[in-house]
């Protein structure tokens, strides 16, 4: 399905265009139609799911033409389905539930990450001693059960046959500083080269730690980047920081974030000496500490 989010940020771009081709403000339009500017404001921000309702008034008080307003209606409508997601409420974590929507609709995902492997490529083990770590800071916004079952969902739709292309760069950090049992982890990276062997749009690029990585700063933290199949849906990428998770949709924002991961990508290691520098990882592990797969 399209993305709710993807279409709500598209939706409230479009309503903001119509009003300023007008020369009419956010306070002239709210005053026109009876609204508080802040309504206005919330639907041209992409706050919550619209209401169509709100939406046919705005357009009408902007006089949009029938052939604009049809579409618009449309774009409207699509911007409040539900997905799978919802079904989990907040029970499954806000922060998953965002990323859900944004890949239900995506036509390719690539991501960077410097400290930890990606959810979507966690066993279930991992996820649950990652659980754990999350538990020992305090308290979560998730239910530990529902949000495991929302993962591994999540594993389903991005890497089933007809998928979106994923594209993965894992710090090599990551597989230096095990936070987890070491069986865990050697059983999370055996994981990982099965899942790319068996999955034909699943790739995975170590970015080794004695690499030179020269003409831009290195990233602190994971990003996302996301494309989708229609043309008028605007790339978007996702920063994922300790509290939060920030949307960029602006150009020139998303594109200094793709030139971050091309030239991380040209520095990495190949899709297939990446897994075979993962195999080499696991198989030292298993020698230093003497645990079986």
């Not at 990606?118 to 998730?142: C, H, N, R, Y």
């Not at 004695?210 to 990428?237: K, S």
Request: net charge negative.
């Amino acid at each position: 399905m399209v993305s709710p989010f993807v279409r709500r940020h598209r939706l409230a771009a479009e309503l903001r265009t119509l009003r300023e081709e007008r020369e009419m403000t956010a306070d002239e339009l709210a005053k026109r139609i009876h609204y508080s500017r802040t309504k206005i404001s919330r639907l041209e921000n992409a706050y919550g799911r619209p209401d169509v309702g709100d939406v046919v008034k705005i357009l009408d008080a902007l006089g949009v033409p029938n052939d604009q307003w049809t579409r618009m209606i449309r774009l409207a409508t699509a911007a409040t389905e539900r997905g799978w997601w919802d079904t989990y409420g907040d029970a499954m974590g806000p922060r998953q539930r965002l990323y859900a929507d944004i890949e239900s609709g995506a036509e390719t995902i690539r991501g960077y990450s410097p400290s930890s492997i990606p959810g979507v490529l966690q066993t279930p083990e991992m996820i649950a001693a990652m659980v754990d770590l999350a538990k020992a800071e305090g308290s979560t916004d998730f239910a530990p059960a529902k949000m495991t079952k929302a993962r591994l969902r999540r594993q389903e739709q991005i890497l089933r046959p007809d998928g979106p292309r994923y594209d993965f760069i894992l710090d090599e950090v990551v597989l230096r500083r095990i936070i987890v049992p070491e069986e865990i982890f050697v059983a999370q990276v055996r994981h990982i080269v099965r899942a790319v062997t068996e999955a034909p749009h699943l790739t995975v690029q170590l970015l080794p730690v004695d690499v030179r990585v020269q003409g831009y700063l290195l990233p602190t933290v994971p990003f996302f980047l996301y494309t989708f199949p229609d043309a008028d849906d605007p790339p978007m990428t996702v920063v994922d920081t300790v509290t939060a998770d920030i949307v960029h949709i602006e150009p020139q924002d998303v594109e200094r974030y793709t030139r971050r991961y091309d030239h991380l990508s040209g520095a990495a290691l190949s899709p297939e000496a990446s897994l075979a520098r993962l195999n080499e990882v696991a198989d030292q592990l298993i020698k230093q500490t003497g645990s079986g797969e």
